[in-house]
């Protein structure tokens, strides 16, 4: 099952949701993603939150449109988006793809890239895009393929990456160790049009980035 949330997100392009539909089952919005949803004339199949972002009026038009609602009080110990990652992992999704997880605050925007931790660790495949980016994690092994992102970057997480090895990159390694807290990995290109990614022991975040 591939599930697509929508996040309260700023500056996002209007096509990047319309990119992102391409086999998706079920739409889960986390509150103030309801607004860009309206803006692009797209129905969710969810709305899931404490409601504080968006008005009375929008809240109208969706269950005029049939939207369910899945509401939680302002004070809580998750945020909207970890609420609905929940109730997409519930569901059983095995493809969660997450767009408004970045923004203009830091605080959430690493606090929503960590969420990608506990669905990885369910073995269930989970990506973050926003205009520039694609985040994901990876472990063991990893292959991926040349698009319009010109930037890789293979960060590890938690602790050092050792025995990395990377195939078909500008900067190529075999069984090299990448240091948690260093930048080594930043800043890679694909020059074949796949890439290998091999990891003998940890995890790292992958962000290919457009600019």
Known sequence: MKVLIIGSGSDLNSNLIKENLEGVNSIICADGGAKLLFKNEIIPNIIIGDLDS??????DYYKYKEVSFKTFPRKKDKTDLELSIDYALSLGAKDITIIGATGSRLDHTIANVML????FKK?????IVDNNNEILLVSKSA??????????SLIPLFKDAEGVTLKGFEYETKKLDFKFGS?????NKLKEKEGIIEIKSGICLLIKSRD
Do not use: Q
């Open 54 to 59: 968006i008005d009375n009026e929008l809240v």
């Open 116 to 119: 990608l931790y506990p669905i």
């Open 123 to 127: 073995g269930v495949a989970a990506k």
């Open 143 to 152: 292959k991926i393929t040349k698009t319009g992102n010109n930037y890789v």
């Open 183 to 187: 930048t080594f990995g930043i800043s």
